[in-house]
Every structure is written in structure tokens, then in C-alpha cells.
Nanobody, 118 residues
Framework: QVQLVESGGGLVQAGGSLRLSCAASGSIGSINDMGWYRQAPGKERELVAAINSGGSPYYADSVKGRFIISRDNAKTLYLQMDSLKPGETAMYYC?????????????WGQGTQVTVSS
């Protein structure tokens, strides 16, 4: 079992910055990949950024150059978001994966709301 708790969301004006944090607890030694997803009302959930156990990052094309994902040795996950746009208003979720393929398990936090005003 893995528990994830996000923090750092809030209200920011367009062009501003926020840093999201995700604290993992439980069987954190079993985690391989972690990432951030977001979902706006009426839209599908999308992967924003991810990072594997080796520290290799992945970014959605829409956030490249503006967001940075990082992960410390205790598996605390961060997302630094710069130059935020109103269209990025969404609930942001931390996710963690254990195992691989058919043995894969995915865990989700409760989310943190990010609102970008115009």
C-alpha cells in the first residue's frame, strides 16, 4: 500500500508560478515511477510529467520548458510550474506505480486544485 498526499495548489494569475509537492508513505520502497496528472471538468485526465526511479523525466509537449519534475531519495515528488496559463486550471493528482505490466499497481493522491486566473 502506498499513500500519496499533495500540497501546494492554489490561485495564481496567468504567468505566475506554483510548486506542487507529493509526500509518499507506506511501501515507498516498492515505487518505481511517479508522475503528475491533471483533470479539468469535462475533460479527460492527462499526464503532465513523470519521472522514473533513475531520475529520467518525461514532459507533455504543452509544458516543456515551463515545468520541472523532480524527486528526492525519500520519494517526495515535486512539480515546479512556471508561466502558468489559464487553460491549465485543473485538479492536479500525484501518482505512483509499483510493479510492471500485469503485476502493475497504481496509486493516486486526492488531488490539489490549481486555478490560474486571466
Amino acid at each position: 500500500q502506498v499513500q500519496l498526499v499533495e500540497s501546494g495548489g492554489g490561485l495564481v494569475q496567468a504567468g505566475g508560478s506554483l510548486r506542487l509537492s507529493c509526500a509518499a508513505s507506506g511501501s515507498i520502497g516498492s515505487i518505481n515511477d511517479m508522475g503528475w496528472y491533471r483533470q479539468a471538468p469535462g475533460k479527460e485526465r492527462e499526464l503532465v510529467a513523470a519521472i522514473n526511479s533513475g531520475g529520467s523525466p518525461y514532459y507533455a509537449d504543452s509544458v516543456k520548458g515551463r515545468f520541472i519534475i523532480s524527486r528526492d531519495n525519500a520519494k517526495t515528488l515535486y512539480l515546479q510550474m512556471d508561466s502558468l496559463k489559464p487553460g491549465e486550471t485543473a485538479m492536479y493528482y500525484c501518482a505512483a506505480r509499483t510493479g510492471w505490466g500485469e503485476d502493475e499497481s497504481n496509486y493516486w493522491g486526492q488531488g490539489t486544485q490549481v486555478t490560474v486566473s486571466s
